[in-house]
């Protein structure tokens, strides 16, 4: 088991103040965290002093084996950059046994800030030297091969996100229909899911997870289960194929930010299409359970049975068979009542789940995450737009100390009344459509949504 830093009042506060400092120009950026390289073979290696560093620092030399001058296997553990690893491989091509080298490049420190390119490439040149000067290797790249990276969305909100909401976007990103949840159980919130993650795709894995929880289970901050605001961190993990795939090279320098910030619009744009999916599943799954709860307890009984048993599908496959409020207004009733009692019947379950949402504290239809999620996707977008002008990467206002936070949605009956109202008058039939028209309401009020 890994021994943990005790870290002071004092070194928590400054913590804490370190982190706001992230989001004092903005609520949230894109930016890229981890990455692990391909340094190729050509090294020279000072090997007495390789084991000098090796005698001072044991707790970073996690293996080493070397004959005469050369190195067998190395792997260096180091907060400051990472993870470094230098063997052996065999290239069948001519038959040579060559040196390979890979570097596990680390943000360190708090890990809430995240960098540019053109920024990491610059820390990378810095970590090779600082290796060369400590243990002797000197690295000698001629191509740097990107074999792993990290494009992470980082946002402050002004309080938790529902469970529900996270899982819906996730679930969007990544097209999958259950994701997987972990919980950090030292942060003062232990009874939240705070990591969530889905690998559909061997190649990309897709992560949402609570940065403030995470840091309180790591003792970086004090548990505060009442601050006033949230960090949250969406992150996209490309392996070499799909790295090689989407930008045709594994090439460090020649990935720009054009291509990088197209293939995260291509991402966001995707999963605005999936939410749509999703929604269109939940008013056929919805009419379906509502047809055959109405065959089999009538129509004095089917409306209540079903809200008794509504949160049973989020318990058991993590998330809801009706999404929220709004999938009501797309059913077809007159699938099993008379099509004149359609706007009543409507009017009836919208009653019936406002009713839930008084009487019981888990019940989630009436917050609207369909509608929570569009405002992030906003936000994901906007705030890539920013790119064009300020690079990827954390930028901070130095001559401000308030954090900037993006406030939770919330819906009052009053303003969810009027939409509800439109739809059944209208008769609309495609929630699709609806959420597109609702998403475009959003991107018209766009500048408010960043500060």
Not at 161 to 168: D, E, G, K, V
Not at 275 to 280: F, G, H, R, T, V
Request: charged content about 25%; glycine content about 4%; some cysteine.
């Amino acid at each position: 088991m890994k021994s943990q830093t005790k870290v002071s009042t004092e070194q928590m506060h400054l913590n804490e103040k370190e982190i706001q400092s992230c989001f004092t120009l903005m609520n949230s950026f894109w930016g890229f965290d981890r990455m692990v390289f391909n340094l190729g073979e050509n090294l020279i290696v000072d090997i007495e002093k390789l084991i000098e560093f090796k005698q001072k620092n044991p707790d970073k030399v996690k293996k080493f084996n070397y004959n005469s001058n050369q190195i067998e296997d190395l792997i260096i553990q180091s907060r400051e950059f990472g993870r470094l690893e230098i063997g052996k491989i065999y290239k069948k091509e001519s038959g040579d046994t060559v040196n390979y080298c890979l570097l596990q490049l680390n943000h360190g420190g708090l890990n809430f800030e995240t960098l540019s390119i053109s920024a990491i490439r610059k820390k990378l040149i810095n970590v090779i030297t600082g290796i060369k000067q400590q243990t002797g290797i000197w690295i000698i790249p001629t191509i740097i091969r990107v074999l792993e990276m990290e494009i992470a969305f980082t946002f402050a909100t002004d309080s938790i996100i529902h469970f529900q909401t996270r899982n819906l976007l996730l679930r969007s990103l990544s097209k999958t229909s259950q994701v997987d949840k972990r919980v950090y159980t030292k942060s003062s919130t232990p009874e939240d899911h705070h990591i969530l993650s889905s690998k559909k795709n061997e190649n990309l894995l897709h992560v949402l997870y609570d940065k403030i929880a995470k840091a309180e289970h790591s003792r970086q901050i004090e548990l505060n289960v009442s601050r006033k605001y949230h960090i949250y961190r969406y992150e996209m993990t490309l392996n070499e194929k799909k790295i090689r795939s989407e930008f045709k090279t594994t090439d460090l320098d020649k990935l720009h930010n054009d291509q990088l910030s197209s293939f995260v619009y291509s991402v966001i744009k995707k999963g605005i299409s999936n939410l749509k999916i999703i929604a269109q599943t939940s008013v056929r799954d919805t009419q379906n359970k509502l047809k055959e709860l109405y065959v089999e307890k009538g129509k004095d009984g089917y409306i209540k049975t079903f809200f008794e048993t509504q949160l049973n599908h989020a318990m058991d496959y993590l998330y809801p068979l009706t999404l929220d409020e709004s999938i009501f207004l797309f059913i077809d009733v007159s699938e099993f009542v008379n099509p004149k009692n359609s706007a009543r019947t409507k009017n009836n379950l919208i009653k019936e789940s406002r009713g839930n949402d008084l009487k019981n504290e888990s019940y989630f239809l009436s917050i609207m995450i369909t509608w929570q999620v569009l405002y992030l996707f906003c936000l994901m977008l906007n705030t890539l737009y920013l790119v064009t002008f300020l690079d990827f990467g954390c930028y901070k206002d130095n001559q401000n100390n308030e954090l900037l936070s993006f406030k939770i949605p919330s819906f009052t009956n009053e303003e969810k009344n009027p939409f509800f109202n439109e739809i059944i008058r209208n008769k609309d039939k495609d929630i699709g459509s609806f959420l597109d028209s609702f998403f475009n309401r959003i991107w018209k009020n766009i500048y408010t949504i960043l500060i």
